[in-house]
C-alpha cells in the first residue's frame, strides 16, 4: 500500500508559480504511473499531468501543456509538478495518485489534495 501526501499548495496571483510535490510512502516500482489530478469548485476531478516512475516519460492535458512540469526524484520517492504561468481557472485542489499497473487500469492510492487558488 501507497500513502501519498501532497503540500505546496496555496494562493496565487494570475502569473504566478507554485510547486506541488506528493511525497509517497511504500514501494514505487518502475511500472508505477504517477498522476497529478485536480477538481475545481463544482466540477469533475480532472487529469492534469502524469509521470511514469522507471522511464519518467510524461503525459500532459492540453491545460496543462507548455505552463506545468511534472517530474519526480527516485531518492526522495516525491513527484512535483511545476506550475507556471497560473490563471484563475487553475483555482482547484489537487490531487495526486497512483497506478500500479503502468498506463492503464484504475488508480490504486490517492492523496488528500491540496487547494490551489490563483486571484486575478
Known amino acids: 500500500q501507497v500513502r501519498l501526501v501532497e503540500s505546496g499548495g496555496g494562493l496565487v496571483q494570475a502569473g504566478g508559480s507554485l510547486r506541488l510535490s506528493c511525497a509517497a510512502s511504500?514501494?514505487?516500482?518502475?511500472?508505477?504511473?504517477m498522476g497529478w489530478f485536480r477538481q475545481p469548485p463544482g466540477k469533475e476531478r480532472e487529469f492534469v499531468a502524469g509521470i511514469r516512475w522507471g522511464s519518467a516519460t510524461t503525459q500532459y492535458a492540453d491545460s496543462a501543456k507548455g505552463r506545468f512540469v511534472i517530474s519526480r526524484d527516485n531518492a526522495k520517492n516525491t513527484v512535483y509538478l511545476q506550475m507556471n504561468s497560473l490563471k484563475p481557472e487553475d483555482t482547484a485542489v489537487y490531487y495526486c495518485?497512483?497506478?500500479?499497473?503502468?498506463?492503464?487500469?484504475?488508480?490504486?492510492?490517492w492523496g488528500q489534495g491540496t487547494q490551489v487558488t490563483v486571484s486575478s
Open positions: 495518485a497512483a497506478r500500479s499497473s503502468g498506463y492503464v487500469g484504475a488508480y490504486d492510492n
Open positions: 511504500g514501494p514505487i516500482f518502475s511500472s508505477y504511473f
